[in-house]
């Protein structure tokens, strides 16, 4: 698999992961989004429960109106909530059975509780029926013994029992269902933060909803209590209603804490909500100031008065006034509750829709990262793949460019660099086949022809022999002397002395060769010592020409101690060979540490080599200027191929009249790779 | 050279074995000529200048100058370059006669102004057929009097 195609398919592996993260959060989103769908339901259906219970309530308190008053109307009444509860029965059952279809939470549940609150209304209904029976038939102490016996107990124990187990139901399911949102928006952690607010707002809309209906469900309870005195005359209830009264006060505090909790998270100021709840407390109010004043009647044994504060006052107080004011109060905090809600959906929906830009925007930046970055390495890797093949196909002009400066940027650079030395080798390499070709060949001609010569001579003498030509007669044709003195003694010199020198050739070949196949055995050598037992061997020329010799501090360097005797010898034997006679002569040695290398220097002020000269130095056989020294021109190669193979270089500058300094360099010894020789 | 035999050929050579060779080779082609033989590129151009070791002396004019290419101190493309670059000597006809027949250097020859270039053939039958009608040829070139 190619390098592109594995940065492909990890792309691919990305955008997978992200593409399953920006499910995740649209799932999430869904999720919250279809349970805060359900909250409004039921709510609405949690409201529908309590206005039933504060039927039942009224139903109780208009029923105990007619035993006292025994008035038409309260009979009227007392029907007209029968029929009224029935009607809310049957659209709280069709609302939880639309419920159980959108399949909420704990909805069948609540479908069956509602029969069984049903059926149990029908036994309160055919109870009240009986009590309303026996009351007409004038059996008064019997329907309040039935009432008591019978149609309390099914009201108080089994119909509110059952009322209250429901909304604990319908306020689980709630709880259920904001720990899912919850839940969810934790995976989401952006969307969470956005939301919580909403969440805790929504969440705490829902407590003062619930604290209210604890108001509206104890004022019921403690008025039954009083209702129930005032038709029985049992002092019991009056104790009651004194308990529930200390229960309402409660309950009021629990609504304040919860109203005080909204203002700090700045859900509601002031006035809103608090001034309905405030005409709740005031109504109440109004309703214990009637109760004392009826009670005081009565203690007076102004029954008949007492009565009509009752008829007059506190039926309206109660009904009329503090449980309207609370149903208000309910029906203002379940809108709350639904804006709050429909507040929450958005802020997660909206939240949600960030995550998702957010994604697409980490997406499209590896994406710009991938073509940017990797994709100009992949850029490179091709051009340096392309390129040293073309490299390796033999042509060595071509050098790879990439466009960046990083690894990839060296990696190319080192291999021009290796691609420069490689086509230098080469073409020394051409230039010494040259040469030598060249120098080989020089004394073949002379052989082959003096060789030829030597046939031309012999044919001469033989011709001469046979014509008996007297000796030296000939004209155009040499005399015999000659050719036996002169041309062929010179003939066989010309060839003995080629035949010498290609065997001079070929053994300074030989050692050239040698030089470049020797295994070397690099060592910490100190140059300062080997120098100067070099100059000793040279000590009686240096003497003879008056050599002023400094050796500056050499510092050690790793080296094979054969081949670096072989490089200083020649330089030094150089230096002191081509000194200018007649000049007293200066010889410098020098170096210079570099970080990656020793650059070592040897001065002379000898007589120089000619700039046309200059590349010709280390040429194999090549003897420049006055050939009035005598050498092979062997040495300055051997010393080149000697500071090659230690992977140093060497290089000379030079003034004909001043001298020329000759350096080479040697490698530091690298403690990682242990190498600095190379072949 | 039947009207040119007072033309001096100036050989310059650093294998004497060769120098006598071309020598002989000119001379069976009935070369009359004198023929003064120089080991190095130095020499050459100090002969014709009159400088250094020749100096002093008085040498005749017109020259034909035979160049080796492979010579010590000077080489040939050393020496051709000072003759044509003169103005006292670059009229001077310039026969190149070396072992190379590599084309680059071919070429750089005629680029620096030599007249003619031979390659040493390595069989000595060409040598000498080439030298000899290198003589031929000389019979009748024509050689720019002194200026």
Known sequence: MSIKGKLIAGLSIITMILTLLAAVVIWNTAKIHRQLKLFSPTIDYLHDIRRMRSDFYKQGHALAYFLIFRKEGNKADLNKFSAEIKEYLKKTERKAKTRVGRGARGAEKAVNK????GKIYNEFLNSVDSVLRLDGSGKREEAVLLIKKEADLLMDDVLLRKIDGAIIDEVENLDAMYHEVFMRLGLMPWVYEKSFDRTAIAETALHYFLSVDRVDLIVNRQMKKLMDYLVTGNSGNMTMFEEYGVDVKKAFEEVDGIAQVQRELAFKDEKSGQTSMRAVK????EVLESVEKILALRKRGKAEEAFGLMERDLKFLIGGALLTTIDGVMYESKEEIADAHRALLQATISAGLQGLIVLALVLAGIFIVFFRLIGGM??????????TEIIGRGDLDHRIATPFKDELGELASSFNKMTDAVKESNEELKHFAYIVSHD????????KGFAAELRRSLEEIGSQVNSGAPRGEATDEKGLDSILRRDVPEALGFIDSSVTRMDGLITAILKLSRIGRRELTPEPLDPEGLVRSLLKTLAHQLEERKVAVTVGPLPRIVADKTALEQIMGNLLDNAVKYLEPGREGILEITAEQGPAETTFHIRDNGRGIAKDDMPKVFEIFRRLGRQDVSGEGMGLASV?????????????QSDPDKGSIFSFTIPRFDENTKKTTRT | MEDARHVTILLVEDDPGHAVLIEKNLRRANIANSI???GDGRKAVDFLFKEGEYGRGSHPTPFLILLDLNLPVLDGYQVLKIIKNDER??????????TTDNPHEVARCYELGCNVYITKPVEYAQFSDAIRTLGLFFSIVKVPEKE
Do not use: D, F
């Open chain 1, 114 to 117: 509602l029969e069984e609150i």
């Open chain 1, 640 to 652: 080149k191929t000697l500071v090659r193979r230690h992977g140093g270089r060497i290089w000379c």
């Open chain 1, 378 to 387: 992949v850029v490179s890797l091709v051009r340096l793949k392309e390129g």
């Open chain 2, 89 to 98: 000597t670059k009229r001077i006809p310039i026969v190149v006669l070396t």
């Open chain 2, 36 to 38: 003064i033989t120089l």
């Open chain 1, 440 to 447: 080989l060949r020089a004394p073949l001609v002379n052989i």
């Open chain 1, 282 to 285: 005031q109504r109440y109010a």
